[in-house]
Structures are given as structure tokens and as C-alpha cells.
């Protein structure tokens, strides 16, 4: 599968430092938002690419390979940090071979995000770990509210010192055409859906995409560190081989019982959207 990317970041106009990191380099693209004092949250989240980058370079990997991968971050920021309290997000996409066809392994943990806009519609694969997602499930609180909640900065899950990671995963049907964004809360908490959909629609070039994305969030406020990944499958046209026999991508939550147990999404939340009040 041949992929085409871009990617961006920015300190933004508040913080000091950029504890964002990000890596583009198929089979991998994701973006990591560290947290803790005294640079800590720096230190986790190049942790975090700097694991990921040893998966740069082949052709695909395992799902297997990606967990692994997160758990080798929150061994070597224990080791790193100390007994200091730190974390980052860790939020990306993988391309895996499966039943032999390219897929998506989407991976969450925290409040990154991953995104896919695909026949003119934007589609959030990733499901955050914040206490406002948890009130916007449990129908405490409208969807449109939540960006601008004093609390929606409180993350549920990351990768951390305290805890075993305890990310989500996708598989998803790499389709031609498709485009992925990967990007840090500094950019979904400046721009809306529709503002994020109107620069994808509008910026063919992935490079140009991610470079305007994070400028626009920059110019909203910039409260917050702001990076962007944008992924291009290539069209069918352009890549022989791409499989275009994988079904239309619309497929979620999809894991094979004979993939490994352990990384098993959790099961839907019992207030899921769908069935609250
Ligand atoms: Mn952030």
C-alpha cells in the first residue's frame, strides 16, 4: 500500500514549551501529548516516538508489535522519570496486513485523536479518554458542549508511570483515497469539526493539509501545543497494490478472535450515546 503524508506542530501562543511529538514514517504515523512538571511530559512523549520509530520502515506490522510497543514507552519513562508523575497520549494509525489485504490499526490511549475523511465525510475513529467524553456518554452533557467544558482538559487514560497502558484499538479497511488525520487536543479544542473537514476537503496536498490545520488552531488561540499528521492512501490508480476487494471503509470495532485476546477493544460503554435518554 503506498501512502502519501504530511505532518505539523507548533508550541502555539501559550505554552512554553512544545510537549508534543509526532512521527510519520510508514508503517506509522502518530502523535504523542506528554504531560508532567519539570519537562517530564517532553521526555514522555519522545519516549513515545522513539518507540514507534523502531517500527518505521517495514513494510507492515502486528498488532501484537504496536502493544508491545506501548508497553516498552511506559517501562522506559518508569525508568526514566523516576517516581515523578508523568505521562503522554499516544494516538496514531498502523497499516497491518490481515486475511491479505492492508488495514488501519488505529490506536488510542488519552485525548489525541484519529480521524478519517472519506467520501466527503469526517469520521472520528478514536473515542477519548476525558472526563467529558465519559459525561457526553453518559448523556450529562451535549457533544457540542464538551469543547468548551472547564474540565475538558482531564484525561481518564495515557500512558504513565502509575499504571499499565490501557489503549483501544481499530481495524479498519485501508481504502484508496482515504485520508487519516492524527492530531493532539491543541488543535481539535481550537477547531471544530467542520473547520477541520473544510481544510481536509480543501487541501489536496497532505503536507499543505497538516501545515494548515495546525496554523488555523494557532490563530484560534493556540492555547495548547498543536500537532497534525495527514495520512493519503494512494488511489487505486496510482498503487496496483492496493486491494481495492477490501469492502467500503464504514467497518469499525472489527477484531478477529484469533488476534491476540489482550488487545481486544474494551466492549461499548453501557451510556453509550446511542441508547442514553
Ligand atoms: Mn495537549
Do not use: K
Not at 33 to 46: E, I, T
Amino acid at each position: 500500500m503506498r501512502t502519501t503524508w504530511g505532518s505539523a506542530t507548533d508550541r502555539g501562543r501559550v505554552r512554553p514549551h512544545n510537549e508534543d511529538s509526532l512521527l510519520a514514517y510508514p508503517p506509522v504515523f502518530m502523535v504523542a501529548d506528554g504531560m508532567g512538571g519539570h519537562s517530564a511530559g517532553d521526555v514522555a512523549s519522545r519516549l513515545a516516538v522513539e518507540e514507534f520509530g523502531r517500527l518505521a520502515g517495514r513494510a507492515t506490522v502486528t498488532p501484537d508489535d504496536v502493544h508491545a510497543c506501548i508497553g516498552r514507552v511506559a517501562e522506559r519513562l518508569r525508568g526514566a522519570v523516576g517516581t515523578q508523575s508523568a505521562g503522554t497520549t499516544v494516538a496514531g494509525a498502523a497499516v497491518v496486513s490481515h486475511e491479505g489485504s492492508a488495514y488501519w490499526l488505529v490506536f488510542n490511549i488519552g485525548d489525541s485523536r484519529v480521524y478519517r475523511w472519506a467520501a466527503g465525510t469526517l469520521e472520528q475513529i478514536s473515542v477519548d479518554h476525558s472526563v467529558v467524553q465519559e459525561m457526553v456518554d453518559s448523556g450529562e452533557l451535549h457533544p457540542d458542549d464538551a469543547r468548551e467544558h472547564p474540565e475538558r482538559h482531564v484525561i481518564t487514560r495515557a500512558v504513565g508511570t502509575r499504571s499499565e497502558p490501557d489503549p483501544d484499538y481499530w481495524l479498519i479497511p485501508a481504502a484508496p483515497a482515504d485520508r487519516l488525520l492524527i492530531c493532539s487536543d491543541g488543535l481539535t479544542t481550537e477547531l471544530d469539526d467542520t473547520q477541520i473537514a473544510r481544510l481536509l476537503a480543501t487541501e489536496p496536498d497532505p503536507q499543505e493539509a497538516a501545515r494548515s490545520l495546525v496554523a488555523s488552531a494557532v490563530e484560534a488561540g493556540g492555547h495548547d501545543n498543536v500537532s497534525a499528521v495527514v495520512v493519503d492512501v494512494a488511489a487505486a490508480r496510482d498503487a496496483a497494490d492496493v486491494d481495492t476487494t477490501v469492502p467500503p471503509a464504514t467497518v469499525h470495532h472489527v477484531w478477529d478472535e484469533d488476534v491476540d485476546g489482550a488487545t481486544q477493544p474494551r466492549p461499548t460503554r453501557p451510556h453509550h450515546p446511542e441508547v442514553a435518554p
